[in-house]
């Protein structure tokens, strides 16, 4: 039976398990919007923008582990989203970026809607991969390649053009499922050196990335058998509990321990430069697990490369190593002095006592989110997200949409800057809309902060162009009907945060940094 490239797109997704998709319909696009229409089983969530769609499919993924897809129209709708899909390629997030494309006959400075130079090039130079679809049977095999990732290959997010006449024209294609294969191992040589580095190790220690999250119990089985310690970079949170007696923490606190191991095992780990950093060359011998092989050994000299899935190649380590003990020296505790901002520890603190041990934090770029790396405790395996690497502002609002949208029934809360919050604040109509509980905290102190206190360390104070005339956020909330408070104390944030993960509707709490009192 023949059907649209507009109908095997959805049909294919569909075979695939999508049940989201994100976007703003467009003349372009209206083929598949009519077939989305016809379709029980994909909601298709309306955003205020295309940044907001592309930050929802990112949090989306990053909470379910699974493809985040976004669907937009030509020309200015897919450049809205590339921003978002640049925050999921640096932090390794499947995203499926979908956008109707010119057709063959719409050459450049033709005068055609949404025209660019050259579309297709411009967003694969952003996602990396990606295929422009000139038929019914390469819209499948592109949604295919988009979807092969587990286990398979470092995530990453994807761009498919399809040609508006490709949406339009009929087809006889099968939306069939690919061929599954098993997670990636890596050879069994390459596993018995690694595990003979490891007998006998005196002061082992397992260092975790973003690329562990789904190896959360052989992380921890691996450290048990070993009497290791468990440090973690920031995409590496969760994977270990914070609470849990092995680890060691994150940011700078693991540097002391990676200078003391003598063997370390770094899983889902880039190493990129914020984590050097904090962790210095390490003279320790190191294995490094990575489903990327471009990443194992281009930061630090691996003694042994493994290239694998985490969760598959830790079970097929562990299972070749005895229980052993180590050597681990006592650390002395912190000092106060080294807590440089108690009211951030403060603020972070009573958010984290009104929350379950596996709700869900977005963090945006601001002072407090960078402190709740180091100060906000998470216990559970993706619940703690951040743009540590791209650095986006805006990120935090319509991710956790996505996030929320993707289970219903979880806590989720997004943090947020003053500055940061204008720029997707408009998806508040979207969070209303989908009838979410989701408590938006906005840190409000009329100015970009972290880029005042920059120009404080380097420029002599020389401040400019960082002082914000904000809104009443109060009445901005009461424009868009959700409920909203300003607060001054721990306390009453405290009790805004329960009272929004009662309601069905996003809230949003404005803490007055300005005036607060602790």
Known sequence: ???????????????????????????????????????????HVVTRHEQGAGYMADGYARVTGCVGVVLTTTGPAA???????????????????????????MTPDSGYLHEMRDQFQTLVSVTGQGKRATSGDEIVSAVEEAMAFPGR???????????IEVLKDTYDTDSTLAETYPPVVPEEDAIDRAADILFGAERPLLFVGGGAQNASREVLKLAERLDAKVGASGNGLGVVPADHPRFVGTNEAPGWWVNRADVIVAIGTRFDARTRRWIGSPDAQLIHIDLDPNVIGRKLETDVALVGDASSTLSILASKIKQQGSDWPEREQDSEEQIDDKRATAILGAIRDVLARDAVLFNDMTLICYQARRFFDVYEPRTFHSPITYGSLGFSVPAAIGAKIADRSRQVVALCGDGGFMFTAQELLTAKQEALGLPIVVFNDNCYSAIKRAQ????????????????????FAQSFGIPSERMVDCEALRKGIRAALDRSTPTLLEVDLEGFVG
Do not use: C, W
Request: charged share 25%; glycine share 8%.
């Open 1 to 43: 039976m023949k059907r649209t490239g507009g109908q095997i797109l959805v049909d294919v997704l569909d075979t695939y398990g999508v049940t989201t998709i994100f976007g703003i319909p467009g003349i372009h696009t209206l083929s598949v919007y009519d077939e989305l229409y016809r379709h029980p089983r994909i909601h």
């Open 79 to 105: 450049v809205n989203a590339l921003t978002p899909i640049g925050e999921a390629n640096a932090e390794s997030s499947p995203v499926l970026l979908i956008a109707s494309g010119p057709d063959a006959d």
């Open 153 to 163: 290959r470092r995530p990453r997010p994807y761009a498919l053009e399809i040609p």
């Open 456 to 475: 404080d360390r380097e420029y002599e104070g020389r401040n400019f162009a960082v002082h914000l005339d904000n809104p009443d956020f109060q009445l």
